[in-house]
C-alpha cells in the first residue's frame, strides 16, 4: 500500500482556497491514501465560530474527492456538533463511507481544551488489509493511549506541531513506532500560520526498528507499507508479548 501525505502550507482560516490547493496537488498523483494535516482546511484555530464545519462541508467534500480519484483521504477537521466542537480525524474510503476519531488529548498550553470537547474512544480503521490507529498532534505525547495490543499495523499521526517544539515530534514518532512495532506516519504543516508560529518540513514515516522509510518528492511524503515485512519483523522480536496488561479507564 502507499500512502501520500501533503505536507501543507495551510492558508488560514480559508476553507475553499485549501480545498483548490489540495486537489491541485493530487493531479497526477498514483496512491492509495492521501493524508491531510490536522485541521488541514483552516489551519490550527481556536475561534471556532469562524471555522467550524457545521454543515459536513468538508466531509462532503472529502467524500467527492475520495469517489472522483477512487481512493480513500484521511485528514482532521474542526466540527461543530449538537453544540460542542471536535478536533475530528476523517478516514475517507473511496466510495465515500467514512470512519472518524475525535481527539482524545486537547493541547491546554493553547487553550484547545476549553474550545473543543475531547474524543473517548480509539478509532481502529482497516483498508486494503492495513489496519490504522487514528491519531492527532498532542496524542503523540501520551504512549498508553496508543499502545500496540495487537490490533494495528500502522499509527497515522497528523499535526500542526511548531519548529520551537520539532525535537520532541521527531523524538516520539519514532519512539512510538519502536514500542509498538509498527508503522508511523507522521505528517506535519508547513510554514507560518495566523498565530505567527512557524512549522518546518518534519514528515516522516519510521519503520517499526525506528528507520525512516518515507520518501520526499516536493510537498509530498511518500511511504510504502509492506505488511510481510511487518510480520516478519514482529516474529523475530516478539517484544509485544512482554507488554504489561492494563487497561485504560477513560
Given at each position: 500500500?502507499?500512502?501520500?501525505?501533503?505536507?501543507?502550507?495551510?492558508?488560514?482560516?480559508?476553507?475553499?482556497?485549501?480545498?483548490?490547493?489540495?486537489?491541485?496537488?493530487?493531479?497526477?498523483?498514483?496512491?492509495?491514501?492521501?493524508?491531510?494535516?490536522?485541521?488541514?482546511?483552516?489551519?490550527?484555530?481556536?475561534?471556532?465560530?469562524?471555522?467550524?464545519?457545521?454543515?459536513?462541508?468538508?466531509?462532503?467534500?472529502?467524500?467527492?474527492?475520495?469517489k472522483a480519484r477512487n481512493i480513500a483521504i484521511a485528514g482532521s477537521v474542526s466540527v461543530a456538533e449538537r453544540g460542542l466542537f471536535y478536533n475530528r480525524f476523517y478516514f475517507i474510503?473511496?466510495?465515500?463511507?467514512?470512519?472518524?476519531?475525535?481527539?482524545?488529548?486537547?493541547?491546554?498550553?493553547?487553550?484547545?481544551?476549553?474550545?473543543?470537547?475531547?474524543?473517548?474512544?480509539?478509532?481502529?480503521?482497516?483498508?486494503?488489509?492495513?489496519?490504522?490507529?487514528?491519531?492527532?498532534?498532542?496524542?503523540?505525547?501520551?504512549?498508553?493511549?496508543?499502545?500496540?495490543?495487537?490490533?494495528?499495523?500502522?499509527?497515522?499521526?497528523?499535526?500542526?506541531?511548531?519548529?520551537?517544539?520539532?525535537?520532541?515530534?521527531?523524538?516520539?514518532?519514532?519512539?512510538?513506532?519502536?514500542?509498538?512495532?509498527?508503522?508511523?506516519?507522521?505528517?506535519?504543516?508547513?510554514?507560518?500560520?495566523?498565530?505567527?508560529?512557524?512549522?518546518?518540513?518534519?514528515?516522516?514515516?519510521?519503520?517499526?526498528?525506528?528507520?525512516?522509510?518515507?520518501?520526499?518528492?516536493?510537498?509530498?511524503?511518500?511511504?510504502?507499507?509492506?505488511?510481510?515485512?511487518?510480520?516478519?519483523?514482529?516474529?523475530?522480536?516478539?517484544?509485544?508479548?512482554?507488554?504489561?496488561?492494563?487497561?485504560?479507564?477513560?
Amino acid at each position: 500500500m502507499r500512502i501520500t501525505g501533503l505536507t501543507m502550507d495551510i492558508i488560514w482560516k480559508e476553507p475553499g482556497a485549501n480545498f483548490r490547493k489540495i486537489e491541485r496537488e493530487l493531479k497526477g498523483i498514483e496512491t492509495d491514501l492521501v493524508l491531510l494535516p490536522e485541521m488541514f482546511s483552516t489551519g490550527f484555530c481556536m475561534q471556532v465560530e469562524d471555522i467550524a464545519d457545521n454543515k459536513n462541508e468538508t466531509l462532503h467534500w472529502m467524500q467527492s474527492l475520495a469517489k472522483a480519484r477512487n481512493i480513500a483521504i484521511a485528514g482532521s477537521v474542526s466540527v461543530a456538533e449538537r453544540g460542542l466542537f471536535y478536533n475530528r480525524f476523517y478516514f475517507i474510503y473511496p466510495n465515500g463511507a467514512y470512519l472518524f476519531y475525535d481527539k482524545r488529548h486537547l493541547f491546554s498550553y493553547s487553550g484547545e481544551d476549553k474550545i473543543y470537547s475531547k474524543g473517548k474512544d480509539r478509532m481502529i480503521v482497516e483498508y486494503l488489509g492495513v489496519r490504522f490507529l487514528l491519531l492527532v498532534c498532542y496524542d503523540l505525547r501520551f504512549p498508553v493511549f496508543s499502545r500496540n495490543k495487537g490490533d494495528y499495523d500502522v499509527i497515522l499521526y497528523v499535526a500542526n506541531w511548531p519548529q520551537a517544539r520539532i525535537n520532541a515530534w521527531h523524538s516520539l514518532l519514532k519512539a512510538r513506532a519502536i514500542e509498538n512495532l509498527s508503522y508511523v506516519f507522521g505528517l506535519n504543516r508547513i510554514g507560518t500560520d495566523g498565530n505567527n508560529l512557524y512549522y518546518e518540513e518534519s514528515s516522516n514515516c519510521f519503520f517499526a526498528d525506528g528507520s525512516i522509510v518515507s520518501r520526499k518528492e516536493g510537498s509530498q511524503v511518500i511511504a510504502e507499507i509492506d505488511l510481510q515485512k511487518l510480520k516478519a519483523f514482529r516474529e523475530k522480536y516478539g517484544f509485544l508479548n512482554d507488554a504489561d496488561d492494563f487497561q485504560i479507564l477513560i
